[in-house]
């Protein structure tokens, strides 16, 4: 049974970087594809970033386009999100997805197994 742990959420100012891990445990995480997605309270869960088992494909919400970056580490077997010029409507609880389809997908309900989630919170 595959399990994500997300970390390195953090408070930060607007204009700071930041990089958040998930770690893969149980399975390669090239057996997955694998995504970020974001919620603030009483929202829906909103797609971030998406990345193929292959790597060969991301795909990245408009909303961040330009600023954040997705990417696998193989050696860590992790999945990372790397956020540049953080806003402060960037603040969430940001989630790593898996889905045995290996594919990327923009939905939430594609995706079988959550990490736990890691607060990221940006001031102005």
């Known amino acids: 049974q595959v399990q994500l742990v997300e970390s390195g959420g953090d408070m930060v100012q607007a204009g700071d970087s930041l990089t958040l891990e998930c770690a893969v445990s149980?399975?390669?995480?090239?057996?997955?594809?694998m995504a970020w997605f974001r919620q603030v309270r009483d929202k829906a869960r909103e797609f971030v970033a998406g990345i193929s088992w292959s790597s060969l494909s991301t795909e990245i919400a408009d909303s961040v386009r330009g600023r954040f970056t997705i990417s696998r580490d193989n050696a860590k077997n992790a999945i990372l999100l790397q956020m540049n010029r953080v806003q402060p409507e960037d603040t969430a609880v940001y989630y790593c997805g898996a889905q045995n389809r290996r594919l990327i997908s923009t939905e939430e309900d594609d995706y079988e197994v959550w990490g736990q989630g890691t607060q990221v919170t940006v001031s102005s």
């Open positions: 149980g399975r390669p995480s090239s057996d997955y594809g």
